[in-house]
């Protein structure tokens, strides 16, 4: 009877360990409570925007193409990313590489950022330096993002709600910013529509390759290249705040395969805060 009794008071003392030692799971997560009552807990993390600057004739961007690829296999829902097709690279030409992705906003981004006149391909991570540059070539990108994700928690959660009428092709985006911190700087709220696995060709090396995908093409802004401003004065945690966009997607795109990017950034340093992507369907 005394050796049950101490066997009791062991595991009942080992059990006890066991919960303090545990790790604690910390927010901040978010509860989704479901139309049939079910609950899901959706944790927030910071995701980080790649942009890739790039051209159908830029023969090596196909290798930049591949180092996007890998990185989204490596940082999963973590990374967002953008293909943003500039500069004389980018220019159709007929017969050979037909198409025109450019955008007003990949221009307009190209310009302010100087991006093209420096060579193809380039990238930005989040718009933030890293090691004194902005602009980055493809085999620093992964240093980049590393740098940025050594701190996990985010400033920002972002949640994008689409509504999309297939016999119209218009489509609603409502898109909510929550703060998980206080923020007293002017803060902007982009909102892109890109379109995946584009087949067309692409130069590679001295080879033309005829049924090339393109990813995340850039296809539009729906609120400009620059967005709207979500604070102008002190936000506080937990604020919120609702944009609305409605767009007609074009003929051409693929609705299936188009999606929604949002991202807010600093105004003043124009560096990214948090991404979030919705796709169509």
């Given at each position: 009877?005394?050796?049950?009794?101490?066997?009791?008071?062991?595991?009942?003392?080992?059990?006890?360990?066991?919960?303090?030692?545990?790790?604690?799971v910390?927010?901040?997560?978010?509860?989704?409570?479901?139309?049939?009552?079910?609950?899901?807990?959706?944790?927030?993390?910071?995701?980080?925007l790649?942009?890739?600057?790039?051209?159908?004739?830029?023969?090596?961007?196909?290798?930049?193409?591949?180092?996007?690829?890998?990185?989204?296999?490596?940082?999963?829902e973590?990374?967002?990313?953008?293909?943003?097709?500039?500069?004389e690279?980018?220019?159709?030409?007929?017969?050979?590489?037909?198409?025109?992705?450019?955008?007003?906003?990949?221009?307009?981004?190209?310009?302010?950022?100087?991006?093209?006149?420096?060579?193809?391909?380039?990238?930005?991570v989040?718009?933030?330096?890293?090691?004194?540059?902005?602009?980055?070539?493809?085999?620093?990108?992964?240093?980049?993002?590393?740098?940025?994700?050594?701190?996990?928690?985010p400033?920002?959660?972002?949640?994008?709600?689409?509504?999309?009428?297939?016999?119209?092709?218009?489509?609603?985006?409502?898109?909510?910013?929550?703060?998980?911190?206080?923020?007293?700087t002017?803060l902007?709220?982009?909102?892109?529509?890109?379109?995946?696995s584009i087949?067309?060709?692409?130069?590679?090396?001295?080879?033309?390759?005829?049924?090339?995908?393109?990813?995340?093409?850039?296809?539009?802004?729906l609120?400009?290249?620059?967005?709207?401003?979500?604070?102008?004065?002190?936000?506080?945690?937990?604020?919120?705040?609702?944009?609305?966009?409605?767009?007609?997607?074009?003929?051409?795109?693929?609705?299936?395969?188009?999606?929604?990017?949002?991202?807010?950034?600093?105004d003043?340093t124009?560096?990214?805060?948090?991404?979030?992507?919705?796709?169509?369907?």
């Open positions: 009877m005394k050796e049950f009794l101490y066997k009791i008071i062991y595991i009942f003392i080992l059990t006890l360990v066991i919960c303090l030692s545990c790790d604690k910390e927010p901040p997560y978010k509860t989704v409570i479901h139309q049939n009552g079910n609950t899901d807990t959706v944790v927030k993390i910071k995701k980080l790649l942009e890739d600057f790039t051209g159908h004739t830029c023969k090596n961007c196909p290798d930049a193409h591949q180092v996007m690829r890998d990185l989204e296999n490596i940082y999963k973590q990374l967002i990313a953008i293909g943003i097709h500039v500069g690279y980018a220019e159709p030409v007929p017969n050979f590489f037909p198409p025109d992705y450019r955008t007003s906003a990949g221009d307009e981004l190209d310009g302010y950022f100087n991006i093209s006149n420096s060579g193809l391909p380039k990238g930005m989040n718009r933030k330096e890293y090691d004194g540059s902005l602009i980055l070539g493809y085999d620093a990108w992964g240093s980049a993002i590393e740098n940025i994700l050594q701190d996990t928690v400033e920002i959660f972002l949640t994008i709600t689409n509504s999309y009428n297939s016999s119209t092709r218009q489509l609603s985006a409502s898109i909510k910013t929550e703060f998980l911190e206080n923020f007293s002017l902007k709220l982009a909102v892109y529509l890109t379109e995946d087949v067309s060709p692409q130069q590679d090396g001295s080879q033309i390759v005829q049924d090339y995908i393109h990813r995340h093409v850039l296809r539009t802004a609120n400009s290249t620059w967005g709207d401003n979500i604070t102008s004065v002190q936000v506080n945690i937990n604020d919120t705040i609702v944009k609305n966009y409605t767009i007609t997607l074009d003929n051409e795109w693929v609705d299936s395969r188009c999606a929604v990017i949002s991202f807010v950034y600093d003043n124009k560096e990214i805060i948090q991404a979030e992507i919705m796709e169509l369907y």
